[in-house]
């Protein structure tokens, strides 16, 4: 109790002299294969890379709940809605970070639209807000993100994405901040009908390129089991699935070795 007292209170701390808004990745199929997933298409997408919602053929829903290293302050909950239609696919999503007096909180609005047999692309407007105890109310920014989806093939898939690449920020005690951009450049790869590779690097302004590997494995239909590692610092995911019917359900825990255990849970309902 202690010590997630004592990192909350430093988060806090933290968040209030020093910016620290982001944009969070959601899905707990996602966070078992160590968010290597910008080539992923699913609900999802309106997270990882918006180029993904053209292959989502059903209207679909998704809820997530992340209780980061069990501090309860530190939780995420998000949803995301994704309607298909003959000009394009819709998107909307939002989370909102902590809880309280803190709170981060996204709202996007995404497009995509397949423009070749193989390749799709994706745009999203986002508004991101911070609130903290000192304000009387949540300031925020408007920025972009999008991405592109290419099919090399039927089993080999490569993804792209940005988030925020004119530099948008927020005003906060220490004068405006702003939010990194961030790029992400990978893939995913099918051996099989079992088994599947997802392979991702990504790399904002203010920190160093951070490499993310992910494996998916089908022992039987409808289950799947999953493994991932991400550093440095160095992270440890896993998870598991199971599709019953128009329902998915996932569950994944993150590990890291100075802060502890990162258990998630989504769900996913394509109607």
Request: charged share 15%; aromatic share 16%; with cysteine.
């Given at each position: 109790?202690?010590?997630?007292?004592?990192?909350?209170?430093?988060?806090?701390?933290?968040?209030?002299?020093?910016?620290?808004?982001?944009?969070?990745?959601?899905?707990?199929?996602?966070?078992?294969?160590?968010?290597?997933?910008?080539?992923?298409?699913?609900?999802?997408?309106?997270?990882?890379?918006?180029?993904?919602?053209?292959a989502v053929n059903t209207f679909s829903a998704?809820?997530?709940?992340?209780?980061?290293?069990?501090?309860?302050?530190?939780?995420?909950?998000?949803?995301?809605?994704?309607?298909?239609?003959?000009?394009?696919?819709?998107?909307?999503?939002?989370?909102?970070?902590?809880?309280?007096?803190?709170?981060?909180?996204?709202?996007?609005?995404?497009?995509?639209?397949?423009?070749?047999?193989?390749?799709?692309?994706?745009?999203?407007?986002?508004?991101?807000?911070?609130?903290?105890?000192?304000?009387?109310?949540?300031?925020?920014?408007?920025?972009?993100?999008?991405?592109?989806?290419?099919?090399?093939?039927?089993?080999?898939?490569?993804?792209?994405?940005?988030?925020?690449?004119?530099?948008?920020?927020?005003?906060?005690?220490?004068?405006?901040?702003?939010?990194?951009?961030?790029?992400?450049?990978?893939?995913?790869?099918?051996?099989?009908?079992?088994?599947?590779?997802?392979?991702?690097?990504?790399?904002?302004?203010?920190?160093?390129?951070?490499?993310?590997?992910?494996?998916?494995?089908?022992?039987?239909?409808?289950?799947?089991?999953?493994?991932?590692?991400?550093?440095?610092?160095?992270?440890?995911?896993?998870?598991?699935?199971?599709?019953?019917?128009?329902?998915?359900?996932?569950?994944?825990?993150?590990?890291?070795?100075?802060?502890?255990?990162?258990?998630?849970?989504?769900?996913?309902?394509?109607?």
């Amino acid at each position: 109790m202690m010590k997630q007292f004592l990192f909350t209170v430093s988060f806090l701390i933290l968040g209030i002299f020093a910016f620290s808004i982001e944009n969070y990745h959601s899905g707990a199929r996602s966070l078992a294969l160590s968010h290597a997933s910008v080539s992923f298409s699913d609900v999802w997408s309106t997270f990882h890379n918006q180029a993904g919602l053209t292959a989502v053929n059903t209207f679909s829903a998704g809820f997530f709940y992340e209780s980061k290293f069990q501090i309860e302050e530190l939780s995420l909950v998000s949803g995301a809605l994704v309607l298909p239609t003959a000009s394009g696919n819709f998107g909307v999503s939002f989370f909102q970070f902590g809880k309280g007096n803190f709170k981060e909180n996204k709202f996007g609005l995404a497009f995509s639209k397949l423009l070749t047999k193989r390749l799709s692309a994706g745009i999203q407007l986002d508004y991101l807000s911070q609130t903290f105890p000192e304000n009387f109310r949540s300031k925020g920014f408007v920025t972009i993100e999008g991405g592109v989806i290419f099919s090399a093939s039927e089993d080999l898939v490569f993804g792209a994405h940005v988030f925020n690449p004119f530099l948008r920020g927020i005003e906060t005690l220490n004068g405006k901040q702003k939010v990194p951009a961030v790029f992400r450049f990978g893939g995913r790869y099918h051996f099989d009908t079992m088994v599947l590779l997802a392979f991702e690097v990504e790399k904002n302004n203010r920190s160093p390129l951070l490499l993310k590997t992910g494996v998916e494995c089908k022992p039987v239909e409808n289950l799947a089991l999953r493994f991932g590692v991400s550093g440095k610092p160095f992270k440890y995911t896993s998870g598991l699935g199971y599709t019953f019917g128009k329902v998915t359900t996932d569950i994944g825990f993150s590990y890291h070795g100075n802060l502890g255990l990162t258990p998630s849970v989504s769900l996913q309902f394509n109607l």
